[in-house]
């Protein structure tokens, strides 16, 4: 059972477009986490979310989550072919082991 | 910088064989995590260290899959009579501690097993 679903798992888009990739669970999260994975490198953690309702914004990235924690989003103004990876959610299970969705493979076309 | 290191990068094995993966954390970083990453997935927990001693293993899909932290500092993944199944990316991550500390991964090691 995949505690985390991403969505979509594969977008495409060109440059300079907007996009909103999701992450959700039927289970409420104490936090979230998302990271970004290029091929042949471990995740970068890109922001924690902890408050319902709260929004996070590093650069052109706007990290959103739910009112009732149970569903984040990450929105991209005008991407770049730099944002082109993996981008992972993941919830804080336990002490701290890291539940990770299955991941949304963003591809920017220049 | 002095990431978090992991060797070898690739490694190809025969089915039955067993190999040895090694992490190298971060110096001081008490936590140190193993994760599995099949393709085209996400990566999924497999143990927990908190110096030497190992606090959580219960993602270790088989007994054959054994992790050790001696000295509380390198870590090493064994896995034995490896198999198919077990291709993928190892990957190893470190934290200077508990709770809400960031977990910094390292490069991973691609195992494809023949």
């Not at chain 1, 990739?21 to 936090?31: A, I, L, P, R």
């Not at chain 1, 991407?79 to 493979?105: E, N, S």
């Amino acid at each position: 059972t995949q505690l985390l679903e991403q969505s979509p798992q594969f977008l495409s888009i060109q440059e300079g477009e907007n996009l909103t990739v999701y992450c959700n669970s039927s289970s409420v999260f104490s936090s979230l986490q998302w990271y970004r994975q290029e091929p042949g490198e471990g995740p970068v953690l890109l922001v924690t979310v902890v408050t319902g309702g709260e929004v996070k914004k590093l650069k052109r990235l706007t990290f959103q989550f739910g009112d009732a924690r149970k569903d984040s989003s990450l929105h991209i103004t005008a991407a770049q072919p730099g944002d082109t990876g993996l981008y992972l959610c993941a919830m804080i299970q336990g002490a701290q082991k890291l539940v990770f969705g299955q991941g949304t493979r963003l591809t920017i076309n220049p | 910088g002095a990431g978090v290191s992991q060797s070898p990068r690739y490694k190809v094995a025969k089915r039955g064989q067993d190999v040895a993966l090694r992490c190298d954390p971060i110096s001081g970083h008490v936590s140190l995590f193993w994760y599995q990453q099949a393709l085209g997935q996400g990566p999924e927990f497999l143990t927990y260290f908190q110096n030497e001693a190992q606090l959580d293993k219960s993602g270790l899909p088989s007994d054959r899959f054994f992790a050790e932290r001696p000295e509380g500092s390198v870590s090493t993944l064994k896995i034995q009579r490896t198999q198919q199944e077990d291709s993928a990316v190892y990957l190893c991550a470190s934290s200077f501690s508990g709770g809400w500390k960031t977990q910094y991964f390292g490069p991973g090691t691609r195992l494809l097993v023949l």
